[in-house]
């Protein structure tokens, strides 16, 4: 029904910044709400950041001041802008979604396939 695409991840140096895209296609009318997350091999699995498309957001205390979540229903895509980046970012990101599929409220809620970040010290 709805696919999600991320892109973006790649290798950096500390200080650097990506931007990663979440792009979701299909039956989405409109992304609602978005939640990414980062995990490392070993590590649990943890939130980075969380925006609902009427503005508000949530961040991780590592993701605050430098991370800024983000829709853009025009284009049907959320982002990630990774400032100041660190070492400790390095991580696979993944978006989780929440797209309106119909007029009637029907939601989907579904992930991307991921994309690494990787931030050399």
């Known amino acids: 029904q709805v696919q999600l695409v991320e892109s973006g991840g790649g290798l950096v140096h500390t200080g650097g910044s990506l931007r990663l895209s979440c792009a979701a296609s299909?039956?989405?009318?409109?992304?609602?709400?978005v939640d990414w997350y980062r995990q490392t091999p070993g590590k649990q699995r943890e939130l980075v950041a969380s925006?609902?498309?009427?503005?508000?957001?949530h961040y991780a205390d590592f993701a605050k001041g430098r991370f800024t979540i983000s829709i853009d229903n025009t284009k049907n895509t959320a982002y990630l802008q990774m400032n100041s980046l660190k070492p400790e970012d390095t991580a696979f990101y993944h978006c989780?979604?929440?797209?309106?599929?119909?007029?009637?409220?029907?939601?989907?809620?579904?992930w991307g396939q991921g994309t690494q970040v990787t931030v050399s010290s």
């Open positions: 989780n979604a929440q797209c309106l599929i119909d007029t009637e409220g029907t939601t989907w809620n579904g």
């Open positions: 299909g039956r989405c009318l409109r992304i609602d709400t």
């Open positions: 925006v609902i498309s009427g503005g508000a957001t």
